[in-house]
């Protein structure tokens, strides 16, 4: 009842920047996968705000799957996820020993890297379920040497579930034979952690490009990010012709507003440092997206958006550099109109607006894009 009053009192507010995920679309990428690995589990993969797309929203949608539980990396998003998400929760990263012991541990399990994290959980007995991260070759984080670590932490070991074993390609997304050295690394770790008495039911090595080229029967799991969120990560000149049988769907878009628009002459400048200056009569229209909520200062005088006036869409280009919190845009002398929707993020990968897109434009990756997008613009799902 006070939920309700709340709802009702609550002022309406309508925003002038938007997030749209196509909840359609996530199921399609998550099945699309899921039948390239037969047997094997999904963890989707949601932290850092679930690549920008909202990790409440992807919660929520993934409710609708068959996925076991969802990857995050800390416990502030652990908490979102256990109240959004119907199963388990994979905590991927490092945390303080004092967080363990405020997690829910029937609905959580845990990636530890180390003896240190291994003794903390060892307090709780087999309500601790761990997944042993393993160092296969990328020298990031994990266990190097398995047998040395079973010998010395063996009391603990025993006193925990060790429910998984997993570890991370490094140049899954290449054809290359640094692949196999690790995935040969990481099989031979899980011999030593078998032959010691320990059988975990999750056997995970695979990020997304691996979901769509690995061919492992031993591997029980993958743990897919940037495939999920409809985004190809594998180079299609390193694995020949594999790209056309992609079915891979990008589900987000980005909409901002146009608030202003002023006419300029001739030899006018635009925004800072006087990077952009007209060379005809021109409009420029501003709207309230800058760097702060995650439009790249690299994007200055570069980046290509799609403004929606009635029926017609029309290309416009950054005029300037992008500002904190503004962004100005060279309208050119049509009829644009203060209060047109502006799509900055394009779902379609062909558009000079697709995270894609703009990324080559960046000289990073889609990841960065995305990630960036900051968590306090409205996400919204489209079912």
Known sequence: MINFLRKLLKPKYDTLNIIKIDAKKILANFEYLKKRQGSAELFPVLKSNAYGHGLKEMCLILNQTSAPMVAVDSFPEAQIAWKNFRRKVLILGEMPLRAYDYCHLNKTEFVIYNDRT??????????????????????????????????NNKKYLDAVDVVGFCSHLS???????????????????????????????????????????????????????LALYGYDPIDDEEYGGFRPNNRLQPALELFSTIIFIQNLQPDEVVSYNASFRTTKETNVGIIPFGY???????????????????????????????CMNMTCLDLGQGDIRKGDAVMIISSQKNDPNSAQALAKLMGTIPYEVLVKLQANIRREIIW
Not at 297 to 317: G, M, P, Q, T, Y
């Open 118 to 151: 291994l003794k903390h959980l060892a307090r709780y007995k087999k309500r601790a379920k761990v997944h042993l991260f393993f160092n296969s070759g990328m020298n990031r984080e994990g266990v190097k040497d398995m047998a040395s670590f079973i010998a």
């Open 171 to 225: 140049s899954a997304e290449e054809n290359s034979v640094f692949n196999q050295e690790q995935e040969n690394k990481f099989f031979q770790g899980l011999m030593i952690l078998r032959e010691a008495g320990y059988f975990p039911t999750w056997i995970h090595l695979g990020n997304s490009a691996a979901a769509l080229t690995l061919e492992n029967t031993l591997l029980t799991a993958y743990r897919p990010g």
């Open 292 to 322: 702060f909520e995650g439009l790249d200062r690299r994007l200055s005088n570069k980046a290509e958006f799609c403004v929606i006036h009635v029926r017609d869409r029309i290309w416009v280009k950054i005029a300037g550099k992008v």
